[in-house]
């Protein structure tokens, strides 16, 4: 393995592992809503929510089943 080599194998940046969950403000610009209403729509259960600790967070797959669901009822209407 030559220098040049080397040195780019160590400068290369580690990719960051993508989140499993997600604050409620992420969750919201993932939907493209507001802060207020993500909460109103896990309020009502319709985007799936935890707490850790005292955390409220979005497991990362949320947004893209509640858009799911969403979809599928307004396409049976």
Avoid: N
């Amino acid at each position: 393995m030559s220098t040049a080599t080397a040195d780019t194998a160590r400068s290369a940046p580690r990719s960051a592992p993508a989140p499993v969950l997600l604050t409620v403000e992420e969750a919201a610009v993932c939907l493209r809503i507001g802060r207020t209403t993500c909460f109103a729509l896990i309020r009502t259960g319709e985007l799936e929510s935890l707490m850790v600790g005292g955390l409220r967070r979005v497991p990362a797959d949320a947004p893209a089943a509640y858009l799911a669901r969403r979809r599928a009822e307004q396409q049976a209407a």
